[in-house]
C-alpha cells in the first residue's frame, strides 16, 4: 500500500534524526569524523590561496579609506633602560600583514611612458565614436601608429632581379588573377591586399620556378582568408580553381614553406587599411573613396609601387582622389593622423598617376572591369587629370 504525502514527509524526518544521533554517538555533536583516528584532521584550505599570492597584498585606490587598518594607535616601544624609542615617520603605508601599498599619489597618474598623446579637439575623428565600444575609439590613433611603426620591418627592395625565371608581367597577371579569386569567393579587400604582401615577401627571400608561381599565389591567399575572414574557404576550393594543377600534399607543403620563410610574422600593415583611416579623417564620400580604392587595387600589380610603405601609398591614391575630384588637397588634419606632408606624398602621387594612365594589356583587365561597374560608381570610366596640371596643384 502507498504512503500518503504525510506519512512520507514523517518518515524522511525520522531517517534524519536518526543519522544526527549516529554522529553524535561517535564523535559528538557537530565534530566531523577523520579518514584515520590516529591522525589529526588536515586543514581546511581555500581554492587557490596556498598556491597565489591572494590576500597578501593589496593596492589602495585613491579616496578610499583603509577599513582594514586599526583605528587604535600602538604605544610606544621602550628599551630595557625604560626610555622611549622613537619611531620614525614613514611615508608609505603598511597593513597588518606588513605588506607595503602603493601610495595613492602614485595610482593617480600612469607612467610616462604609457601616457598617451593628447589630440587636439579639431583633429578628434574619433570622437563621433565615444559611446560605441566596438570602434575602439580611444585606441583608434595608437593602433594605426602602431602598424605604421610596424612597416620598418616589412620593407621591400628589387625582389624581382633574385628571381630566375619570373618577371614583373608574370606576377602582374597571378594579382590579377587573386583579383578574380577574391570577387568569385567575395573576400574582404584586406584579403587580397595581405596575399599580394606575401607572395612579395617570399619572392623577396626564396626564388622559385615559373610552375609554382600560382601555387605560391594560392597558399598565400589561403593564409590570408585564415588571418582576415570570418568563414575562410576551404583547402578544396582552392585544389579546384587551380584546376586540380596542385593536390593537397603541394599545397599544404607550399603552405607550411611561407609560414617558415617568413618567421610565422603575416601581420603585414596593408594599404587598404590606412586608406579607409584616411578618408574617414577627411570625411570623403564612398564615390571618392571608391576612386581612390581603384587606384590602390592597380598599384598591386606595379612590382615598383609594391616598395613603397603601404601608409605612404594609400596616402597618395586618396590625394590623387581628392584632386580629380576636385575635393580641395592635403588637409591638415590628413596631415596629423598620416604623418606625411603634402612634399612627401607628392612624388608618389605622380608615380600613381603614371601608373593609372598605361595603357592596360588584354590579359590584365580584371581591376579595370571590376570597377567600371556600377556598384563602384564606374569610376575606371573617369578621366585622369592633366600631367601639368596636377604637377602645378602639387607644387602649391
Not at 249 to 275: H, N, Q, R, W
Not at 372 to 385: D, E, G
Given at each position: 500500500m502507498p504512503f500518503t504525502r504525510g506519512k512520507r514527509a514523517q518518515a524522511r524526518v525520522n531517517a534524519k534524526n536518526k543519522a544526527k544521533e549516529n554522529t553524535n554517538e561517535q564523535g559528538g555533536a557537530g565534530v566531523k569524523r577523520t579518514a584515520s583516528p590516529s591522525q589529526e584532521a588536515p586543514k581546511k584550505r581555500v581554492a587557490f590561496l596556498n598556491l597565489t599570492n591572494a590576500g597578501k597584498s593589496r593596492v589602495r585606490l585613491p579616496g578610499r579609506k583603509d577599513s582594514s587598518k586599526k583605528k587604535a594607535?600602538?604605544?610606544?616601544?621602550?628599551?630595557?633602560?625604560?626610555?622611549?624609542?622613537?619611531?620614525?615617520?614613514?611615508?608609505?603605508?603598511?597593513?597588518?600583514?606588513?605588506?607595503?601599498l602603493a601610495p595613492a599619489e602614485v595610482l593617480k597618474a600612469p607612467p610616462a611612458h604609457l601616457e598617451r598623446p593628447q589630440i587636439p579637439a579639431e583633429f578628434d575623428v574619433d570622437a563621433e565614436n565615444r559611446d560605441d565600444c566596438m570602434m575602439c575609439p580611444e585606441y583608434a590613433k595608437d593602433i594605426f601608429d602602431y602598424l605604421k611603426s610596424r612597416e620598418e620591418k616589412f620593407t621591400l627592395h628589387d625582389f624581382m632581379?633574385?628571381?630566375?625565371?619570373?618577371?614583373?608581367?608574370?606576377?602582374?597577371?597571378?594579382?590579377?588573377?587573386?583579383?578574380?579569386?577574391?570577387?568569385?569567393?567575395?573576400?574582404?579587400?584586406?584579403?587580397?591586399?595581405?596575399?599580394?604582401?606575401?607572395?612579395?615577401?617570399?619572392?623577396?627571400?626564396?626564388?622559385?620556378?615559373?610552375?609554382?608561381?600560382?601555387?605560391?599565389g594560392s597558399a598565400a591567399m589561403l593564409i590570408a582568408c585564415k588571418f582576415e575572414e570570418r568563414n575562410p574557404p576551404c583547402l578544396d576550393d582552392f585544389l579546384?580553381?587551380?584546376?586540380?594543377?596542385?593536390?593537397?600534399?603541394?599545397?599544404?607543403?607550399?603552405?607550411?614553406?611561407?609560414?617558415?620563410?617568413?618567421?610565422?610574422?603575416?601581420?603585414?600593415?596593408?594599404?587598404?587599411?590606412?586608406?579607409?583611416r584616411y578618408s574617414k579623417c577627411a570625411s570623403v564620400g564612398m564615390d571618392t573613396l571608391t576612386l581612390a580604392r581603384y587606384y590602390c587595387e592597380l598599384s598591386l600589380m606595379d612590382v615598383e609601387l609594391a616598395q613603397e610603405r603601404a601608409s605612404l601609398l594609400a596616402a597618395a591614391c586618396l590625394f590623387l582622389a581628392l584632386l580629380t575630384s576636385d575635393l580641395g588637397g592635403w588637409s591638415p588634419i590628413l596631415e596629423f593622423h598620416s604623418g606625411y606632408t603634402q612634399l612627401e606624398v607628392g612624388?608618389?602621387?605622380?608615380?600613381?598617376?603614371?601608373?593609372?594612365?598605361?595603357?592596360?594589356?588584354?590579359?590584365l583587365m580584371a581591376i579595370r572591369e571590376k570597377y567600371?561597374?556600377?556598384?563602384?560608381?564606374?569610376?575606371?570610366?573617369?578621366?585622369?587629370?592633366d600631367v601639368d596640371v596636377l604637377e602645378k596643384m602639387l607644387s602649391t
Open positions: 594607535k600602538a604605544a610606544p616601544a621602550t628599551s630595557e633602560t625604560g626610555a622611549e624609542n622613537k619611531v620614525p615617520n614613514v611615508d608609505k603605508d603598511e597593513n597588518e600583514e606588513g605588506i607595503v632581379a633574385l628571381q630566375p625565371t619570373i618577371n614583373a608581367e608574370m606576377r602582374a597577371i597571378l594579382v590579377d588573377w587573386l583579383v578574380e579569386v577574391q570577387e568569385n569567393f567575395q573576400l574582404y579587400h584586406e584579403t587580397l591586399y595581405l596575399a599580394v604582401k606575401l607572395t612579395d615577401h617570399f619572392l623577396a627571400r626564396t626564388a622559385i620556378a615559373r610552375d609554382t608561381l600560382q601555387l605560391l579546384y580553381i587551380c584546376d586540380d594543377t596542385y593536390n593537397k600534399e603541394e599545397f599544404l607543403s607550399m603552405e607550411s614553406c611561407i609560414f617558415k620563410t617568413l618567421g610565422y610574422d603575416i601581420g603585414i600593415p596593408v594599404a587598404y587599411s590606412f586608406l579607409r612624388p608618389v602621387v605622380l608615380r600613381v598617376r603614371s601608373m593609372v594612365a598605361r595603357p592596360p594589356k588584354s590579359n567600371a561597374h556600377p556598384v563602384f560608381f564606374q569610376v575606371a570610366q573617369l578621366p585622369l587629370m
